[in-house]
């Protein structure tokens, strides 16, 4: 069965990078894009951007111009997504999910100094 | 970036029908937005319901229908059970480079 594992919960502290994985299994991993969507507590969904997994080109909201980079090593079926230049707003769960169809479980990062 | 616009909440009670809409700022919502629809219960990653308006996944129950209603999409849930009360998020794709937008989510009560 289809399944996406994310890494587990990262505490940064403001200006600092954070990365975090999601593990594919289960499905031809470069056959699908994956998304990367974030919830702040108690806030809606919000599309950070996506990833072509066979070519590797990506798409980003404009709002994270700049400061996520998204890759992927194939050899693994593992994607990344890193934000840079973190602040307290940035504190929310990051998902990844593949074509939008199936979720990862959530990574929780914190930023607070 | 395109603005897209939910209700804010609804309460239905079980066995009921009800109706959530999404609509674009930048008008009509088509079948060229692919609209989809998620569900998110409390403390779990949102699952996928329906994909290019009206498409259920093989995990969708049939009571989960979408469509294209007054220049919006809209999910509507017949027969509501308890198991519905949960967050509903619509998505839009806008065409352009980097224009993937959710709602702001509907907050379903079932009671």
């Known amino acids: 069965q289809v399944q996406l594992v994310q890494s587990g919960a990262e505490v940064r502290k403001p200006g600092a990078s954070v990365r975090v994985s999601c593990k594919a299994s289960?499905?031809?991993?470069?056959?699908?894009?994956i998304y990367w969507v974030r919830q702040a507590t108690g806030q809606g969904l919000e599309w950070m951007g996506w990833m072509n997994t066979n070519s590797g080109n990506t798409g980003r909201a404009q709002k994270f111009q700049g400061r996520v980079t998204m890759t992927r090593n194939t050899s693994i079926n593992t994607a990344y997504m890193e934000l840079s230049s973190l602040t307290s707003e940035d504190t929310a769960v990051y998902y990844c999910?593949?074509?939008?169809?199936?979720w990862g479980q959530g990574t929780p990062v914190t930023v607070s100094s | 970036q395109t603005v897209v616009t939910q209700e804010a909440s609804l309460t239905v009670s079980p066995g009921g029908t009800v109706t959530l809409t999404c609509a674009s700022a930048?008008?009509?919502?088509?079948?060229?937005?692919?609209p989809r629809w998620f569900q998110q219960k409390a403390g779990q990653a949102p699952r996928a319901l329906i994909y290019s308006v009206s498409t259920r996944y093989s995990w969708t129950p049939a009571r989960f229908s979408g469509s294209l209603l007054g220049g919006k999409a809209a999910l509507t849930i017949s027969g509501v059970q308890s198991d519905d009360e949960a967050d509903y998020y619509c998505l839009l794709f806008s065409g352009g480079p980097g224009d993937v937008v959710f709602g702001g989510g509907t907050k379903l009560t079932v009671l």
């Open positions: 999910a593949t074509s939008l169809q199936y």
């Open positions: 289960g499905y031809s991993f470069t056959s699908y894009d």
């Open positions: 930048t008008g009509e919502v088509t079948s060229g937005h692919y």
